[in-house]
């Protein structure tokens, strides 16, 4: 598996462009600016904002 962690840091959130933290669980992305939640699948983000 990728090293989710290391992708995650050379992306930004899709709407703000704001920095991405991942949860505990692996699972799930969080904007920590605007706060906007994004599923991980399989060790890809889903980064669709729904509110677009
Ligand atoms: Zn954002």
């Known amino acids: 598996m990728e090293d989710i962690d290391a992708l ?3 992306m930004a959130c899709p709407v703000c462009h704001g ?7 692996k699972k799930n992305l969080k904007c ?3 706060k906007r939640n994004y599923a991980i ?4 983000p889903i ?3 729904k509110d677009l």
């Open 8 to 10: 995650i840091e050379l």
């Open 19 to 25: 920095d991405l933290e991942i949860q505990k669980d």
């Open 32 to 34: 920590i600016k605007c």
């Open 41 to 44: 699948k399989e060790g890809i």
């Open 47 to 49: 980064m669709l904002p």
